[in-house]
């Protein structure tokens, strides 16, 4: 994968196959479909968790849309180095060790930037991570 990759937080993979928010489907779509996407196996077991638990109408098209994923982002595997790595950042930076799995596998992909609504936008990890929620309006 060429250029600057961001990974992408499983709030924005399930905001881009929700039907409740438009604006925020647009937002988390062109994400996924920028050539530069990453997301981890974690990513696609929350997502289809989140929708048989939350959004039920969205579990029928599940593997569909993991089918889609696939086609549309690079999707990393989970490593124990990774959920070590993962243990190291839970007690640095108090996020849950859930989260944190999110956090080491984008520092595992050398990405720059986690795109995620669920943590602190604007927040470095580790001196080259930043934290971006897309649905904050710059000013």
Known sequence: MSGK???LDTNIIIYAY???NAE???IARSM???????ISAQVLNEYCNTTRRKYPL????????LRELSELVEIRDLTQSISQHAVRLTRRYGYSFYDCLIVAS???AECTVL???DMQDGMVIDERLRIAN???PSS
């Open 24 to 26: 925020k489907r647009r």
């Open 5 to 7: 990759a961001i990974f």
């Open 18 to 20: 929700s039907v409740d």
């Open 134 to 136: 897309p649905f904050i």
């Open 32 to 38: 996924i479909e920028s050539e530069h996407a990453i």
């Open 58 to 65: 969205m579990f029928d098209r599940v593997e569909e849309t």
């Open 106 to 108: 984008a520092l595992a």
């Open 115 to 117: 795109v995620s609504e």
